[in-house]
């Protein structure tokens, strides 16, 4: 069965740093999406994306943050500057086109120092 | 915005029992609700979906219902099993922008089955 891959699954940074979190949706997908979750706290979403554009981000989604689908596979999510309230759990998410449920991947968790 | 309201927090049944979980929403236009299960060290993993044309549906041991005119929706689980235990979340997607279909979860029900 086709699932949503996500790498690493564990990365520690210094405050500051920019990472990029990588996604590989499945392959028939059109959106994808980027969420996080802070630890014990609910999922929130991040953005979506169609036909490599932005379609809505939300108020978390800042300057320091971009996605790029950079080939026809991998779809990412870039923190420029790093901050401690950064650290959390994201969670990559696609689905087909028309009415569809979302498919999310097993996350990276992302610590900040 | 769409708010998702989740109850209870956690959620203790004996094996075999049955459990239910509820959620609100607050936009009505919101017209998709899936429930999602989440076990340790996992991503989130779709169970069981529902769209706002339907009032009620069902899959073996798990069953979803929708009250539109309430805006609440509940999961329902039947004869639980040790492997039910997990973190439960609800969600809506709000009327928003064409196609996007952002998802809005609830607070999230650790479900506990007790052998």
């Known amino acids: 069965e086709p699932e949503v891959t996500q790498t690493p699954s564990h990365q520690v940074t210094q405050m500051g740093q920019e990472v990029i979190l990588r996604c590989v949706p499945i392959?028939?997908?059109?959106?994808f999406y980027w969420y996080r979750q802070i630890l014990g706290q609910k999922v929130e979403f991040l953005v979506s994306?169609?036909?490599?554009?932005?379609?809505?981000k939300s108020e978390i989604f800042d300057d320091q943050f971009s996605v790029e689908r950079p080939d026809g596979s991998n779809f990412t999510l870039k923190i420029r500057s790093t901050k401690l309230e950064d650290s959390a759990m994201y969670f990559c998410?696609?689905?087909?086109?028309?009415?569809?449920?979302?498919?999310f991947g097993p996350g990276t968790r992302l610590t900040v120092l | 915005g769409e708010n998702v309201e989740q109850h209870p927090s956690t959620l203790s049944v004996q094996e075999g029992d049955s459990a239910v979980i509820k959620c609100t929403y607050s936009?009505?236009?919101?017209?998709?609700f899936p429930w999602y299960k989440q076990e340790l060290g996992k991503g989130p993993q779709l169970i069981i979906d529902?769209?706002?044309?339907?009032g009620e549906k069902k899959d073996q041991r798990i069953a979803v219902t929708l009250n539109k005119t309430a805006k609440h929706f509940s999961l329902h689980i039947t004869e639980t099993q040790p492997e039910d235990s997990a973190v439960y979340f609800c969600?809506?997607?709000?009327?928003?922008?064409?196609?996007?279909?952002?998802?809005?979860f609830g607070q999230g029900t650790r479900l506990t089955i007790n052998p």
């Open positions: 998410a696609s689905r087909t086109g028309g009415p569809s449920a979302q498919f």
């Open positions: 392959s028939n997908h059109l959106y």
């Open positions: 994306f169609y036909n490599n554009e932005i379609s809505e």
């Open positions: 936009d009505s236009a919101s017209n998709y």
């Open positions: 529902i769209r706002s044309n339907v």
């Open positions: 969600a809506a997607t709000p009327l928003g922008i064409q196609g996007a279909q952002k998802l809005v």
